[in-house]
Nanobody, 119 residues
Framework: QVQLVESGGGLVQAGGSLRLSCAASGRTFSVYSMAWFRQAPGKEREFLASIRWRSGSTVYADSVKGRFTFSRDSAKSTVYLQMNSLQSEDTALYYC????????????WGQGTQVTVSS
C-alpha cells in the first residue's frame, strides 16, 4: 500500500500564500496520479487539482485556476500545492490522495492538514 502524509498547513492572512506538501511512502512505484482535495465544515469534499506522476501533467478545478500550482519532486516522492492569493473561502482541511494505474479512483488518502485564512 501507499502511505501519504500532508504538511504545511497553518494560519495565513487573506491575500497571503502557503505551500502544502504530501510525502508518499510504501509502494510509491505503483502511483499513477495524485490529487489534492479539501473539505470545509458543512461542505462536501472538493476536488482541487491532480497531477500525472510520470508526466507531471496537471488538471485544476476552476475555483483555484491561476492561484494554486501543483508540482512534484520525483526523487522525494513528494508533491506540493503552492497556494497564492488565499481567501477566507479557502479555509478547509486539505487532503492528499493517490491512485494506482489499475485503480478506478483515489484509493490512498492522507490524514489532512488544516489551512485557515483570516480576513
Amino acid at each position: 500500500q501507499v502511505q501519504l502524509v500532508e504538511s504545511g498547513g497553518g494560519l495565513v492572512q487573506a491575500g497571503g500564500s502557503l505551500r502544502l506538501s504530501c510525502a508518499a511512502s510504501g509502494r510509491t512505484f505503483s502511483v499513477y496520479s495524485m490529487a489534492w482535495f479539501r473539505q470545509a465544515p458543512g461542505k462536501e469534499r472538493e476536488f482541487l487539482a491532480s497531477i500525472r506522476w510520470r508526466s507531471g501533467s496537471t488538471v485544476y478545478a476552476d475555483s483555484v485556476k491561476g492561484r494554486f500550482t501543483f508540482s512534484r519532486d520525483s526523487a522525494k516522492s513528494t508533491v506540493y500545492l503552492q497556494m497564492n492569493s488565499l481567501q477566507s473561502e479557502d479555509t478547509a482541511l486539505y487532503y492528499c490522495a493517490a491512485s494506482g494505474a489499475s485503480s478506478g479512483g483515489y484509493n490512498y488518502w492522507g490524514q489532512g492538514t488544516q489551512v485557515t485564512v483570516s480576513s
